[in-house]
């Protein structure tokens, strides 16, 4: 499955259904920037390596580029969304289930984000999707459980994956550089960490992006009446847009999560926040290459929590760092549930 920009544009005059679709996965793409892209640039903003202006330029550049050479090279993430649920062989209900899960998502993050914690899009978008299934359906057989497996792969990856890698990197630069003067290592670990914070971002599209044009492109299918495509391809033009929505969605509201994760949870040095970001990207890189779609947010609030930890385990605020699993642990049903309950009324209604 394959469209042209301009064939695109004709379609969403012309078809009422995929123009709501559209709309509600650009929102989503949105509030991914708003909510969770932050994370990729908030330890270089919050050790002042970069101005959140500059930083949030930078995160709309490389999470394109992110998303662009990822997904030239494996789309096996946005493959493993496409496929993780089935709405069922009627287009329609179909297409009414994939809108009930893009509003679950929109609702569990601006919701997270008027508390300024970091949720994961991920895992809502998943669980979004989980939830509205399970109600077209009236039980489990929408669930592609391969595809869910590798989710929770991811989970397990990007939690503790993340933590030790964050450890292990931090003590590695305090070792190298144990008998070397401070001062002198300010100005190059500050263009280290605008690297870091750049692979971040990269990553960041790498992953995310790839989740949400697997999402963009089924109901483009769905819309056309099409319930049965199993393949696709990426159109230059997608990538463009979703980078242009993410980065204006960081541009709008990225500081809170920015200062949650990067200042108010653990207190970084230049050095730490580069291990952090290091960590954090590595990870991220070797999911990616793997096709197990995880939290971007996950993985980089574990790095931050096992560099503060590399030092001492009082140096991290605990109290944020539970905010954040209380919020990771209710997302599953949390936003299934709205999913499934906003399925259920869109097919009353619709």
Same mark, same amino acid.
């Given at each position: 499955?394959?469209t042209?920009?301009?064939g695109?544009?004709?379609?969403?005059?012309h078809n009422?259904?995929?123009?709501i679709?559209?709309?509600?996965?650009?929102?989503?793409?949105?509030?991914n920037?708003w909510?969770?892209?932050?994370?990729a640039?908030?330890t270089?903003?919050?050790?002042?390596a970069?101005s959140?202006r500059?930083a949030?330029?930078?995160?709309?550049?490389?999470?394109f580029l992110?998303?662009l050479?990822?997904t030239m090279f494996?789309?096996t993430?946005?493959?493993?969304?496409?496929?993780?649920?089935?709405?069922g062989?009627?287009?329609?209900e179909a297409?009414v289930?994939?809108?009930a899960?893009?509003?679950?998502?929109?609702?569990?993050?601006v919701?997270a984000?008027?508390?300024?914690i970091?949720?994961s899009e991920?895992?809502?978008l998943?669980?979004g999707l989980t939830? *509205?299934?399970i109600? $077209? /359906? =009236?039980?489990l057989? &929408?669930i592609?459980?391969?595809?869910?497996v590798?989710v929770?792969?991811?989970?397990?990856?990007?939690?503790?994956l993340g933590?030790?890698?964050g450890?292990?990197?931090?003590?590695?630069i305090e070792a190298?550089?144990?008998?070397?003067?401070?001062?002198?290592?300010?100005t190059?670990?500050?263009w280290?960490?605008?690297g870091?914070g750049? *692979?971040?971002a990269f $990553? /960041? =599209?790498?992953?995310d &992006?790839?989740?949400?044009m697997g999402?963009?492109?089924?109901g483009?299918?769905l819309?056309?009446?099409d319930?049965?495509a199993?393949?696709?391809?990426?159109p230059?033009?997608l990538i463009?847009l979703?980078s242009i929505v993410m980065?204006?969605g960081t541009?709008?509201?990225g500081?809170?999560i920015?200062k949650?994760?990067?200042?108010d949870?653990v207190?970084?040095?230049?050095?730490?926040g580069?291990?952090a970001?290091?960590?954090?990207?590595?990870?991220?890189l070797l999911s990616?290459?793997t096709g197990?779609p995880?939290?971007?947010t996950?993985?980089?609030?574990t790095a931050?929590?096992g560099?503060?930890?590399a030092r001492?385990?009082?140096r991290?605020?605990?109290?944020?760092?539970?905010?954040?699993?209380a919020t990771?642990?209710?997302t599953?049903?949390?936003?299934?549930?709205?999913?499934?309950l906003?399925?259920?009324?869109?097919?009353f209604?619709?």
């Amino acid at each position: 499955m394959t469209t042209t920009f301009p064939g695109f544009l004709y379609e969403v005059t012309h078809n009422f259904p995929l123009l709501i679709t559209v709309l509600l996965t650009l929102a989503v793409i949105l509030v991914n920037g708003w909510t969770d892209a932050p994370n990729a640039i908030a330890t270089c903003v919050s050790t002042r390596a970069m101005s959140p202006r500059a930083a949030i330029l930078m995160a709309a550049v490389f999470n394109f580029l992110g998303i662009l050479v990822m997904t030239m090279f494996n789309k096996t993430v946005a493959q493993t969304i496409y496929k993780m649920v089935d709405f069922g062989d009627d287009s329609h209900e179909a297409l009414v289930g994939l809108c009930a899960a893009m509003v679950a998502i929109v609702v569990w993050a601006v919701a997270a984000w008027v508390f300024g914690i970091p949720t994961s899009e991920s895992h809502a978008l998943i669980a979004g999707l989980t939830g *509205a299934a399970i109600a $077209m /359906h =009236g039980g489990l057989s &929408g669930i592609n459980g391969a595809e869910w497996v590798k989710v929770l792969y991811g989970l397990v990856l990007s939690t503790f994956l993340g933590f030790f890698l964050g450890y292990f990197v931090v003590k590695c630069i305090e070792a190298l550089f144990r008998g070397v003067d401070r001062r002198k290592t300010l100005t190059p670990f500050r263009w280290a960490q605008v690297g870091g914070g750049a *692979a971040m971002a990269f $990553m /960041h =599209g790498a992953q995310d &992006g790839q989740k949400f044009m697997g999402v963009f492109l089924l109901g483009m299918a769905l819309s056309k009446g099409d319930s049965g495509a199993t393949d696709f391809v990426i159109p230059f033009w997608l990538i463009l847009l979703c980078s242009i929505v993410m980065g204006l969605g960081t541009s709008i509201g990225g500081y809170r999560i920015i200062k949650a994760v990067g200042m108010d949870m653990v207190k970084l040095e230049k050095y730490q926040g580069f291990s952090a970001d290091a960590a954090g990207a590595g990870c991220l890189l070797l999911s990616s290459l793997t096709g197990i779609p995880v939290s971007t947010t996950h993985t980089k609030t574990t790095a931050i929590m096992g560099v503060g930890a590399a030092r001492s385990l009082r140096r991290v605020n605990w109290g944020i760092v539970g905010e954040m699993v209380a919020t990771w642990l209710l997302t599953f049903p949390g936003c299934g549930l709205i999913g499934f309950l906003m399925a259920k009324a869109f097919t009353f209604f619709f």
